[in-house]
């Protein structure tokens, strides 16, 4: 692994932004860190350390990071969409050879996460062993599915929200904007059912948008964006119906992020802008040859470290009470001191799993494939959206009883949701294009 990763930052052209890569294994990093922190977890269950201790929910406002990782995003796939326009201007199926191109890393390891939790949970539950945290396990690894829920819909809405960008700039990006102001003012001014889930679509789009403008260097005043971000996040909390956290609690009425607020849009606001003021010493840092190897390296097994993270830190838990080790008062003394050691411990845990599993994260070459199929491919990313967002909800405990949660307006159970995200990758994979040798 040492070889390949020297070899692909050797290979690495002068043109690249290296500073983005960085970006997007850090913003990973820390989402992974703050789940590790932030799980309470005691003999009654799993809670949160931002609910026994409140006043640490404004570290949100810099640990919340997922906007960058959108805001990347959507940069890379407006370079990597112009890649492909440039190569294959006529006859080609552009739009099914992006997608296939763009998921390969993504859904490949995440079909692999679903299927192993998959079975593993239809076995627990046949031999009756779903209690306790074992049940809590099988409902929350696959909470953090949400967030590749959304990156499909940004995958499959690239080509028409670049090609709006092309034509508009700014302005396309305001319209987003301005979509999301409307809904939080018809959800909270007039309490219109549902209208809500509408900024799932408009809050992160508008986010992804800010990416292709970077992209075409037009954020020219990054530290103006960060303050009216942070002004606007501040204000809106301060005097709105907003909570102070940007993630979402237990028992919360409002939630920030499920669906997203315009709160959350400001604080995306002050992130890209904040990360973007850094632009210049985090690209002199990232040119170092060490930190340019870290990178490279931990760029090829992000998202699989991003999907098993969860299951590392139940099995730390899970063998401490299967050691009776004491399980110390969330934000007591003791808890805090044993901290740096359940990281450590799951972090020990997902390597493991990463070795596992990281060879399913490794891209094959794709080729234009004659026969593929836009429409295909827009059905296939579309049922791979909706059925890793139901599993990301429903979970799979209760997966004999026929549990199910509501997506949206749609009641989904777990088997529904992982044939829908199996199917659509297939689809995605058949529209695409043929696979070369890796």
Known sequence: MEARVRDLAAATPDTRDRYVDLLRVASLGVVVLGHWLMAAVTDDGVGNLLAVVPEMQLLTWVLQVMPVFFFVGGFSHALSYRSLRRKHPQGAPLYAVFLRARL?????????????????????????????????????????????????????FTPLLLKLHERHGWTAFGALVAAAVLVDVARFAFDVPHIAFANFVFVWLAVHQLGFLRADGRIRMPAALAGAG??????????????????????????????????????????????????????????????????????????????????????????????????????????????????????????LLVAAFRGFERPATTAPQAGGSGPIAAAGITLCLLGVLGLSMVGFAGLLEGRSAMLVVVEVTAPTAVAMALGGWLLVERAGGRRRSS
């Open 104 to 156: 390969q890393r993504l859904l490949r390891p995440t079909v692999v996460f679903i299927l192993v939790w998959g079975l593993a949970a239809l076995v627990v539950q046949l031999l009756g062993g779903d209690r306790g945290l074992t049940g809590v396990a099988l409902r929350l690894v696959t909470q953090p599915l949400w967030f590749i829920g959304i990156y499909l819909a940004m995958v499959a």
């Open 230 to 351: 942070l002004l606007g996040t501040v204000a809106l909390v301060a005097y709105g119906p907003y909570p102070l956290s940007m993630v979402g609690m237990p028992g919360e009425k409002v939630s920030n992020m499920a669906p997203p607020t315009l709160a959350l849009l400001c604080h995306a606001f002050w992130l890209v802008g904040a990360v973007e003021s850094l632009k210049g010493p985090g690209t002199r840092l990232v040119q170092r040859t060490r930190v340019w190897h870290a990178v490279v390296a931990a760029n090829g097994l992000a998202m699989t470290a991003f999907l098993w993270h969860l299951t590392a830190m139940l099995g730390v838990y899970g063998a401490m009470l299967a050691l009776d080790l004491p399980l110390s008062e969330p934000a007591s003394a003791a808890w805090w001191v044993q901290t740096p050691v359940r990281i450590a411990l799951a972090a020990g845990l997902t390597a």
